[in-house]
Nanobody, 124 residues
Framework: QVQLVESGGGLVQAGGSLRLSCAAS????????MAWFRQAPRKEREFVAG????????NSADSVKGRFTISRDNEKNTVYLQMNSLKPEDTAVYYC?????????????????WGQGTQVIVSS
């Protein structure tokens, strides 16, 4: 089992930045690929970014390319999402996820563990 706890969400003005963190505990964190998803009200859960267990391979949605960066620190058992140039349409609950298959794509059913989420609100 892996337990995931997100933090770092909040209210920010458009154009601002936030850094989300996801702290993992339980089984060996550095063997899991990790990802961030988000879900806005009345919308489906959406892939944001993924990172391989070494950190050497990343993947991100077109909507956040050039603005968001995913990274991880395996010594701290933490994965991060640096979000810059935030837009009101980035408003959502952001979830951290861990998978076991090496997959870092956008199919949420391929991820086995999920955090409770952290709310991000971007005001215009």
């Amino acid at each position: 089992q892996v337990q995931l706890v997100e933090s770092g969400g909040g209210l920010v003005q458009a154009g601002g930045s936030l850094r989300l963190s996801c702290a993992a505990s339980g089984r060996i964190f550095n063997s899991y690929p990790m990802a961030w998803f988000r879900q806005a009200p009345r919308k489906e859960r959406e892939f944001v970014a993924g990172i391989s267990w070494t950190g050497g391979r990343t993947n991100s949605a077109d909507s956040v390319k050039g603005r968001f960066t995913i990274s991880r620190d395996n010594e701290k058992n933490t994965v991060y999402l640096q979000m810059n140039s935030l837009k009101p349409e980035d408003t959502a609950v952001y979830y951290c996820a861990a998978g076991v298959s090496g997959y870092i794509g956008n199919d949420y059913s391929r991820y086995d563990y999920w955090g409770q989420g952290t709310q991000v609100i971007v005001s215009s």
